[in-house]
């Protein structure tokens, strides 16, 4: 089995900037693309950023220019540096992985908890 595990999440002024975690543990091989999605009070889930485990990066329109997703194999760890802040940041923002390899052929989709990032005006 696997978890992810996000951390980070704070309030913050409108144009501070904070940095998401989202760490792998438990019994796998290997972690494929790995992205943050968020969804704020009585809205949709939405995605936010994806990186492939060789660094390609997606991001969503509204974020472009000002969030970076990274991560570090080594460590199962992705990131998302959030610079900019808007008050319309603020959501619950969630860690996905949804190719992670737990044996031959077998892949498991997986979601954080969930961290809650509140930007202030």
């Known amino acids: 089995q696997v978890q992810l595990v996000e951390s980070g999440g704070d309030l913050v002024q409108a144009g501070g900037s904070l940095r998401l975690s989202c760490a792998a543990s438990?019994?796998?091989?290997?972690?494929?693309?790995m992205g943050w999605y968020r969804q704020a009070p009585g809205k949709q889930r939405e995605f936010v950023a994806t990186?492939?485990?060789?660094?390609?990066?997606n991001y969503a329109d509204s974020v472009k220019g000002r969030f970076t997703i990274s991560r570090d194999n080594a460590r199962n760890t992705v990131y998302l540096q959030m610079n900019s802040l808007k008050p319309e940041d603020t959501a619950v923002y969630y860690c996905?992985?949804?190719?992670?390899?737990?044996?031959?052929?077998?892949?498991?989709?997986?979601w954080g908890q969930g961290t809650l990032v509140t930007v202030s005006s």
């Open positions: 996905n992985a949804p190719g992670v390899r737990v044996g031959w052929a077998r892949y498991l989709e997986v």
């Open positions: 438990g019994s796998f091989a290997s972690i494929g693309v």
């Open positions: 990186i492939t485990s060789g660094g390609t990066t």
